[in-house]
């Protein structure tokens, strides 16, 4: 993590004493805290090494995500089935050429690409490709991943875990993961709006389920969670969702929503993450790329908040135009934890509007940002970029409470900034996330 000199050492005093910060010392206290507090990433699609080849890292997998697969298709006039058929080095090399080459890389993804490169002192030129192969080519994996935990500033990092999916089943039938940072999720995408298509793995993995989810399937599901909670530890159950989501009605998800996932979660105490607003492949053509989004109706979220009083619900919303009744959600149902900027909101204009928005109306008790890594080194630029735009809105909240008479310490900033960046997610998963990751996490006592 980088650390920042202090301008005197007389202020240094100040700061470290304990006293009411001046005015101008602030944003300096601020800085210092974001990039010394290591936080907890709620949601990436990164893997530990115990999965094997499906956890991306290097310069080809950065090059090659799908954020950038978008934008190549802007900036070149390779057609995206000749770009299917290239090899994931020619995909790479094109990507390059498009968007590094020929064009500036001003976009949040592709600046993206630049800090990675700039952070391991590599070349950022037309040469730089070369370099970088050879650079990430040559790094041992594990002591790979601690430094880049460690420059992103980052202790903890969920992952994204899918029960049925094969490539990851080989993992979990071979005893799982035991990585002291990383941190399973059982993800239900498949089984919730996915159930015509994949209720027959259920039955292959031994369960009584049926095509309409009748009968006895509801209590096999159950059973089938309970023993994926047991397999992978999950630290909260999730589901991303479009934008038609509705709750409740007359769908096969809302029956396994409400009547298996949400009382499981409650039997084993894990929260549920929905990530809602997504409208899929409304151009298949650019397949992981060729998602949009689209405004939901967020009295769905409402109806679960009242009905579940119970559970603990973490909600992230895709579009713009539901960030502020989310706020106003979280204000009347204190289940409710808005987390992160996702996908299309991650750039700093929308981050840094959405931030002020739910400071203003939640005061800390919120979740800022989450990374959404695909690629293990994207979590330096992307947490970068979050401590970089939460400074200034940091800064302001703090100036602003100070004009108002309030005392503001490094202590209390300090406080704040781990509450949002760890402590609303320790309590609501009821985990301890050792800063330093020596061990895994530990229960806390209170399940609520
Ligand atoms: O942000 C992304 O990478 C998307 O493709 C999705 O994976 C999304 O984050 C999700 O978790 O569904
Ligand atoms: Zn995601």
């Known amino acids: 993590m980088g650390t920042t000199s202090l301008k005197s050492s007389e202020q240094t005093g100040a700061i470290r004493a304990g006293k009411p910060l001046a005015g101008d ?23 530990s090494p115990a999965f094997g080849k499906i956890g991306l890292w290097g310069i080809d997998e950065l090059l090659t995500y799908h954020y950038l697969e978008a934008e190549f298709f802007r900036s070149s006039d390779t057609t995206p089935e000749k770009y299917w058929a290239l090899s994931k080095r020619e995909k790479a090399d094109a990507i390059w050429q498009a968007l590094f080459v020929e064009n500036s890389p001003i ?4 600046r993206g690409i630049i800090s990675v490169l700039q952070s391991f002192d590599l070349p950022t030129n037309g040469s730089a490709l070369k370099h970088a192969r050879a650079f990430f080519a040559a790094q041992p994996l594990e002591p790979h991943i601690q430094r ?11 992952m994204t875990n899918d029960p049925i999916d094969p490539e990851e089943q080989v993992a979990w039938n071979n005893g799982g993961q035991k990585h002291s940072q ?38 096999e599901v159950r059973r089938f969670l309970a023993d994926w909670v047991e397999r992978m530890r999950p630290v909260y159950m999730a589901v991303s969702l479009t934008d038609e989501f509705q709750f409740p009605d ?10 298996a996932v949400l009382p499981s979660c409650r039997e084993s105490g894990l929260p549920m993450s929905l990530m809602i607003g997504v409208r899929r492949q409304v151009n298949p053509a650019l397949r992981l790329a060729g998602d949009a989004m689209g405004r939901a109706d967020l009295r769905a979220v409402e109806h679960l908040c009242r009905s579940f009083p119970d559970n603990r619900f973490l909600v992230s ?14 204000r009347k149902f204190s289940n409710l934890m808005p987390f992160g900027c996702w996908w299309f909101m991650n750039n700093p204009s929308i981050v840094e509007e959405i ?25 330096i630029y992307k947490w970068k970029n979050t401590r970089v735009t939460l400074r200034p809105i940091l800064t302001n909240s703090y100036r602003l409470l100070r004009q108002d008479g309030g005392a503001v310490t490094r202590q209390v900033i300090e406080r704040d900034v781990n509450r949002l960046f760890r402590g609303n997610f320790e309590q609501w998963t009821g985990l301890r996330f050792s800063p330093k990751a020596a061990s895994r996490p530990s229960r806390l006592s209170r399940q609520s």
Request: contains cysteine; negative net charge; charged residues 25%.
């Open 25 to 47: 010392q602030i944003e300096l206290t601020v800085e210092e805290v974001l990039s010394s507090t290591p936080f907890v990433d709620i949601h990436t699609h990164l893997f």
């Open 107 to 110: 976009s949040e993804a592709t």
């Open 148 to 158: 880049v935990l460690q420059v992103a500033g980052v202790s903890d990092v969920v």
């Open 182 to 219: 990383f941190h399973a999720v059982l993800r239900l995408d498949r089984i919730l709006w996915g159930w015509q298509r994949h209720w027959q793995e259920l039955l292959r993995q031994g369960y009584a389920v049926d095509e309409r989810a009748s009968g006895k399937s509801v209590a």
């Open 250 to 259: 007359e769908s096969i998800a809302s029956k396994i929503l409400g009547e």
């Open 317 to 330: 919303m895709l579009s713009r135009e539901n960030q502020h009744e989310l706020c106003v959600y979280a």
């Open 355 to 379: 931030t002020r928005e739910r400071i203003e109306l939640l005061g800390t008790s919120f979740i800022p940002q989450h990374s959404d890594a695909r690629v293990l080194e994207q979590l």
